[in-house]
Nanobody
């Protein structure tokens, strides 16, 4: 019943920007930390960014200074602003709702493809 739906992916040139969105339905959004992961072909799934229920943020080293995670609980939405994109950012991007603080379950979105190429 819970759904997380990502959007905003696409094909962009190096140095360009994208903003990803993840909208939750049938979920008490404010009770969940929200996280972005990415996975490129042949590679492990990588944690990109986290925003807690209090709004504190953390980033993977590979995206620090370029990406920004934010959330709007009134819209049940988490965002990932991606600037200065590089070819190595090419991956499928997934959002994850992490309910561990309140002993709730976790939920994955279906992903959105980001391709950075000239």
């Amino acid at each position: 019943q819970v759904q997380l739906v990502e959007s905003g992916g696409g094909l962009v040139q190096p140095g360009w920007s994208l903003r990803l969105s993840c909208v939750g339905t049938s979920i008490r959004f404010n009770l969940y930390a929200m996280e972005w992961y990415r996975q490129a072909p042949g590679k492990q799934r990588e944690l990109v960014a986290v925003i807690t229920t209090y709004g504190t943020t953390n980033y993977g080293d590979s995206v620090k200074g370029r990406f920004t995670i934010s959330r709007d609980n009134a819209k049940n939405t988490v965002y990932l602003q991606m600037n200065s994109l590089k070819p190595e950012d090419t991956a499928e991007y997934y959002c994850y709702a992490d309910g561990s603080r309140y002993s709730l379950g976790g939920y994955w979105g279906q992903g959105t493809q980001v391709t950075v190429s000239s």
